[in-house]
C-alpha cells in the first residue's frame, strides 16, 4: 500500500504583469516561498517536477541554477493548461513509489499581452494550391473549416451541452462569469478585482459568441510551486506542520478516450468524468463531501460543463444547479471562489497548481477574507486540450 | 471548366460535392485525417465512406475575433451528419444568434477560394441553412 502525500508547502505568486521578471524569477520566487512554507530547503528534495510551456524547455534545470543544483531528477513536463497539474502528478506519483519522500512541484507562465494563443498556425504560402498534412490542406484551414481559437472551441462546447439539456443562453453564461468576477474582489492575489455587472459582461467586447472578453480567462504572468512529502517524512517534522499540512487523498491525471466526435470538436467531457470518478474513488469521498470547489473556467461557457463532468449536479443538471446559487460562495457548493481564470487569471503552467494552492489555503483556515469556513474537503480541477485532465482532493489533517 | 482542388482531400468536387471519410473496417469508427491505426480499436484497415450532405448543427459559436487575416464575424459549428460529426463553417446567412441556432437543418455548400498563379481554383465548403 502506498503512503499517503501530504502537501506541507505551497505558493502562488500575485498574479498579473510582471515585467522586469522572467520566468526563472517567478519561478524561484514561488519555489523559494513554498519550501520556506514548507520549513524545508531544496537540498531535502529528492525530485523536481517543472512546467513551463512559453519560456524555455530546460526551466526546471534553470530554476535549479537559481535556488539550488542539488543534483536530483528533474521532469520537465508538458501538459497544455494541465502542466501544472502533471508536474505535480510527478512529484506525487514519484513520493508513492517510494522514490522519493520530498518533492518539488513548479509552474510558471509569462503571458501578460500575449492574446489569442492559437489559430491560423499555417501561413499563407507560395503562388500555387499544395496539399499539406494529414488532410491535405491547401491552405490555412483556421476560419475556413471551424475555429482553432480557443474562445470558440469553448464556445462550442458549451452550447453543445445546451444543444443536448437546455436551458442555456448568452445571459446564462454571463452570469457564470458574473459569478467569479464578484469572487476576484475577495482575492488580493488575482489579476483582476473587480465586479462587473451583468450588463458590462454582455456589452463588453464580444470574442466568440457567446463568449464577451470578460467571460475569457484572462492572460497574465504568475508562478505557483508545492512542496510534498510522504507520510513517514511529515512524521518527522514539527507539530505545527504537520496541523498546516494538507492531504492529497486523490491525485488523477487522464487523457481523453476516443470518441465519436472528438476529431472535430475536443471532448472535453468525457476524460473530466473519468478523472472526477476516479479522484472520488481514491479519496473515498464524494461531491456533496466538498467545501469548495476550483475548476477550470477557462471560458464561462466551459464552467457549465464542469458541474456536471465532476458531478456537482445530476446528469444534465448543471443549469438548474447554476441557477440555484449553489456555486456563489455563500451556496452549498462553492465554485472558483478564487475568482476563477476569468478574472484570477490563467498564467497556463501555473494554474494546475494555482488552483490546488487557493483549495490548500482554505483547508488550513488562511484564506483571509475570502475563507470558506471551516472548509475540510476541496477539489481542483484543469483540463489542458489535446487533452489532459487532472484532479486533485485535497483535505485538512486531522492532527 | 478551369482546374479545381479541394481546400482538403475529404472534400470531393464534381457534380455532387460531398464529403468523405476513411472508416475503420473493424469497428466503423470514421476520421477525415489519415490515420496510422483506429484510435477506437486499434484496428489497420479502412475504407473510404461518403458522408451524407445534410444534417443538424450540434454546436456554434460566432467568432468575432480571430487570428490576423482571417475574416470576421465567422460561424463556426459542428453538424451531425448522420451520425458522422462535421466540423465546419455555417455559411449563406448571417452571423447573428438570430439567424443561426441550435438544431437547425443544413447542407453542404462549397465556396471557391480564389485561383492560384496558374488558374487552379481552391474550393472550400460549408453549410447552408435548409429552407
Known amino acids: 500500500m502506498a503512503e499517503d502525500v501530504w502537501i506541507v508547502g505551497i505558493h502562488m505568486t500575485k498574479f498579473g504583469k510582471h515585467p522586469a521578471l522572467d520566468v526563472v524569477d517567478l519561478g524561484a520566487q514561488a519555489a523559494r516561498a513554498a519550501l520556506q512554507d514548507a520549513g524545508l530547503r531544496m537540498r531535502d528534495v529528492g525530485v523536481l517536477g517543472a512546467g513551463n510551456l512559453r519560456g524555455r524547455r530546460d526551466f526546471g534545470q534553470a530554476l535549479q541554477k537559481q535556488i539550488g543544483q542539488t543534483g536530483i531528477p528533474v521532469f520537465n513536463v508538458a501538459n497544455a493548461c494541465a502542466t501544472g497539474a502533471t508536474a505535480l502528478r510527478v512529484a506525487i506519483m514519484a513520493i508513492k513509489a517510494g522514490e522519493a519522500d520530498v518533492g518539488l512541484a513548479v509552474g510558471v507562465e509569462k503571458l501578460s499581452g500575449a492574446g489569442l494563443l492559437t489559430g491560423n498556425e499555417r501561413t499563407e504560402a507560395g503562388d500555387r494550391w499544395t496539399p499539406e498534412g494529414r488532410v491535405g490542406a491547401v491552405a490555412a484551414l483556421d476560419g475556413r473549416i471551424g475555429t482553432d481559437t480557443m474562445p470558440g472551441v469553448f464556445a462550442q462546447i458549451g452550447m453543445e451541452y445546451g444543444h443536448r439539456y437546455g436551458g442555456t443562453s448568452f445571459e446564462l453564461f454571463a452570469r457564470i462569469s458574473e459569478k467569479n468576477h464578484a469572487h476576484s474582489t475577495l482575492n488580493p492575489l488575482a489579476t483582476y478585482q473587480k465586479r462587473f455587472t451583468l450588463e458590462q459582461i454582455m456589452n463588453d467586447v464580444m470574442i466568440a459568441y457567446p463568449n464577451t472578453r470578460a467571460m475569457c480567462s484572462a492572460n497574465c504572468d504568475g508562478a505557483a510551486a508545492a512542496v510534498v512529502v510522504s507520510d513517514s517524512k511529515l512524521r518527522t517534522l514539527s507539530l505545527e506542520q504537520q496541523r498546516r499540512a494538507v492531504k492529497v487523498s486523490a491525485s488523477v491525471l487522464t487523457s481523453d478516450p476516443w470518441s465519436e466526435a472528438c476529431q472535430v470538436l475536443p471532448d472535453i467531457n468525457t476524460l473530466t468524468r473519468a478523472a472526477a470518478d476516479q479522484a472520488y474513488e481514491q479519496a473515498g469521498i464524494g461531491p456533496d463531501d466538498l467545501d469548495l470547489v476550483e475548476l477550470h473556467d477557462c471560458f464561462a461557457t466551459a464552467e457549465l460543463v464542469h458541474y456536471d463532468n465532476l458531478r456537482l449536479c445530476e446528469p444534465g443538471g448543471a443549469v438548474d444547479f447554476f441557477n440555484s446559487g449553489a456555486t456563489w460562495r455563500d451556496g452549498k457548493r462553492p465554485v472558483n471562489v478564487s475568482g476563477g481564470l476569468e478574472s484570477k487569471g490563467h498564467p497556463i503552467s501555473a494554474t494546475g497548481i494555482a488552483n490546488v494552492w487557493e483549495i490548500a489555503t482554505h483547508l488550513r483556515g488562511e484564506a483571509g477574507d475570502r475563507q470558506i469556513e471551516n472548509a475540510k474537503a476541496g477539489l481542483a480541477h484543469v483540463i489542458g486540450l489535446g487533452s489532459a485532465c487532472g484532479v486533485h482532493i485535497l483535505e485538512k489533517a486531522a492532527v | ?131
Not at chain 2, 479545381?4 to 473496417?25: F, I, R, S
Not at chain 2, 482571417?70 to 455555417?90: H, K, L, M, W
Open chain 2, 1 to 131: 471548366m478551369s482546374e479545381q482542388v479541394p481546400l482538403v482531400d475529404y472534400l470531393v468536387l464534381g457534380d455532387a460535392p460531398h464529403l468523405v471519410a476513411n472508416e475503420c473496417v473493424e469497428c466503423a469508427a470514421r476520421f477525415f485525417d489519415r490515420r496510422n491505426a483506429c484510435a477506437r480499436c486499434e484496428g489497420t484497415e479502412f475504407r473510404v465512406v461518403e458522408v451524407p450532405t445534410e444534417g443538424e448543427l450540434r454546436a456554434f459559436t460566432i467568432v468575432s475575433f480571430a487570428a490576423e487575416g482571417i475574416e470576421v464575424p465567422f460561424v463556426a459549428g459542428v453538424v451531425d451528419c448522420g451520425g458522422t460529426s462535421v466540423r465546419g463553417n455555417i455559411v449563406n446567412t448571417p452571423p447573428d444568434p438570430e439567424h443561426v441556432r441550435l438544431g437547425m437543418k443544413v447542407r453542404l455548400a462549397t465556396n471557391s477560394l480564389g485561383a492560384d498563379s496558374q488558374g487552379v481554383e481552391a474550393v472550400g465548403f460549408g453549410f447552408e441553412p435548409v429552407s
